[in-house]
């Protein structure tokens, strides 16, 4: 046979593999796992059809990521849970990472008090205490369905990492784009750089990782809290001037916090609440545009884009202003999240012209005044949903591995406001609520979002990577899924804009905005500014008519959907 015949049939057959995939994907009733790794979300359904729980399942994809997904699965870093269980309860577990005792306010401003963004992004003094180990072991003990052991949870990521596993585009793309990056540290040098650039089909080991995950499988939180890890984390951080010390990490716990709930026409929405500010910000934003009736609104249409600005422009206001970690501040999560304040907020409005931020301060309550990141979620047959939101703040985050120890370390204390009124890596600014102080949690944009029909059942779990677009990106899915009618995946895809006060701009993904609208948008007098990356990379599981439909970012993937149901 003509070689240009083989060719044609093997393409011809490819593409029958990937509808009948992509056919499976969609149709499936009996649980679905959403992860940005395929090998991360087949070890959740084999957890599943093992008999675990989405408990069970969400724990075992979590550590696989570490593995799989190591420029955001991690357990160096930190994330939150936001869940609803099969018999009606909400639930939240903030596992974010904390500022070492050792850490204060001034500490990434350099001589001239300014900002220094190398030693905030790039340092050991970047990372704060990890609490994914600690976050995913509780989740386990006390919503799994206990027939699983901790052995058996951690089996598969140990083995991932011990005999290797098949790099996909993406993630050989993503280990060659950092390579200048990995290689100002020994020891993730050692791990992530290979002689040549890495190709999809390449095999990577991560012994050290496996003997990591080994100890935590035997002794839990012991096993990474304390003892040989304990000891390998503090001298890398002795080593090169980071601030982590033993009693950090013998001191670290994972907190449960009342998730923030707020009501969106006949839904419920079910979010983080701080130290994230991606929960109540949704709700305050949800409250605002529940006034407009957007379903006659066109979706990246002049009218819905500014309608949108001016809501999110008012929210991330308040966000700078009034949102810390609630162990430090008082948060008004009552005021933010209250229908009365976004009908009073929304006087500010203006369905003619872009109000300028210079011109929105945060808001006050007159009466109550007291008061690379990645998104993973497991929905199973009896109704338990589980999302977690986690991350090491920047891809990799700072890029240092524990040296023997085989993990990467986060950076997030640059969520911090380091300076008072100067922007993060994300352009985030902020005040006294989170300025840095010890042992406390900066503040996240993580916004995992379960949505609960009028009989208290999840048809909906959500979530996103992409710092401070996060919150705007898990808005606007949810508008398409409850007022425009789209299905999850549909709702991911679709072209966003994205602004947050300041810098006072909308950001615009290309095939967001047509020509025309971009005019209409200048003549209300908005700055516009095409989005160099992505706005947001979203996960996340819908249930419809009793069948589970996953929803997976293609933005961020060179390998489409890498969800998996059954
Ligand atoms: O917690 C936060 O808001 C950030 N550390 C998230 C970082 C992020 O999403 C980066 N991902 N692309």
Do not use: C
């Not at 008082?330 to 999240?337: K, Q």
């Amino acid at each position: 046979m003509k070689n240009s015949y083989k060719n044609l049939i093997y393409l011809l057959l490819a593409i029958f593999a990937t509808w009948q995939a992509w056919e499976l994907s969609r149709d499936n009733t009996n649980g679905a796992v959403s992860s940005t790794s395929k090998i991360a979300s087949d070890v959740g359904i084999d957890i599943l059809q093992q008999g675990g729980n989405a408990f069970d399942a969400i724990v075992a994809t979590g550590f696989a990521l570490a593995v799989t997904s190591p420029s955001n699965g991690n357990i160096g870093g930190g994330g939150f849970l936001v869940a609803h269980t099969a018999d009606g309860k909400s639930v939240s577990l903030d596992f974010r990472e904390k500022a070492p005792r050792l850490s204060y306010q001034q500490m990434f401003l350099n001589e001239n008090g300014d900002y220094d963004r190398t030693v905030a992004l790039e340092s050991h003094k970047s990372s704060g205490v990890p609490g994914t180990v600690n976050g995913l072991l509780k989740i386990l003990n006390d919503y799994g369905s206990g027939k699983l052991t901790l052995e058996e949870i951690l089996a598969p990521a140990i083995h991932y990492a011990e005999n290797g596993f098949i790099v996909n585009t993406t993630t050989a793309y993503s280990f060659n784009a950092y390579r200048d990056q990995f290689g100002k540290d020994n020891g993730t040098k050692k791990i992530f750089i290979k002689e040549n650039e890495w190709t999809n089909g390449d095999v990577i080991v991560q012994k050290d990782l496996a003997n990591t995950l080994r100890l935590i499988a035997q002794f839990g939180n012991k096993g990474f809290y304390e003892g040989k890890i304990a000891d390998l984390i503090v001298e890398e951080m002795n080593k090169n001037g980071g601030l982590i010390t033993k009693q950090d990490l013998l001191d670290y716990d994972s907190v449960y916090r009342a998730p923030v709930v707020g009501t969106y026409k006949d839904y419920t929405i079910v979010s983080m609440g701080p130290p994230s500010s991606g929960g109540a910000l949704v709700i305050q934003m949800l409250n605002t545009l529940e006034n407009f009736d957007l379903k006659s609104m066109k979706r990246n249409s002049t009218e819905f884009v500014h309608l949108l600005t001016e809501t999110q422009r008012l929210a991330y206001a308040d966000r700078a202003t009034h949102l810390g970690d609630p162990d430090f501040w008082n948060n008004p999560i009552e005021m933010l999240t209250s229908k009365e304040y976004a009908k009073e907020r929304l006087t500010l409005i203006s369905m003619n012209t872009a109000t300028p931020s210079s011109e929105i301060a945060h808001g006050t309550w007159k009466d109550k005044e007291s008061v690379e990141t990645t998104h993973y979620s497991v929905m199973d047959k009896k109704g338990n949903v589980a999302g977690i939101t986690t991350t090491l703040n920047l891809s990799y985050g700072n890029k240092k591995v524990v040296d023997g120890a085989g993990f990467l370390l986060n950076n997030e204390m640059d969520d911090f406001s380091s300076k008072p009124g100067v922007g993060n890596a994300f352009g985030l600014i902020g005040f006294d609520a989170n300025a840095i102080q010890p042992f406390k949690r900066p503040l996240s944009s993580m916004t995992p979002t379960i949505v609960l029909n009028n009989n208290n059942e999840a048809i909906l779990t959500v979530g996103a990577a992409g710092g401070a677009r996060i919150i705007t990106a898990v808005l606007q899915i949810l508008v398409s899924i409850l007022d425009h009618g789209l299905e999850i995946d549909e709702a991911i895809d679709t072209p966003r804009t994205h602004s947050q006060w300041l810098p006072d701009q909308i950001f615009y993904e290309k095939e967001s905005l047509s020509k025309k609208t971009i005019q209409e948008l200048k003549e209300l007098n908005h700055t516009l500014e095409p989005a160099k990356y992505s706005i947001a990379r979203s996960h996340g599981i819908q249930l419809k008519n009793g069948k589970f439909i996953t929803g997976s970012d293609k933005r961020g993937s060179r390998d489409g959907n890498q969800a998996s149901t059954y």
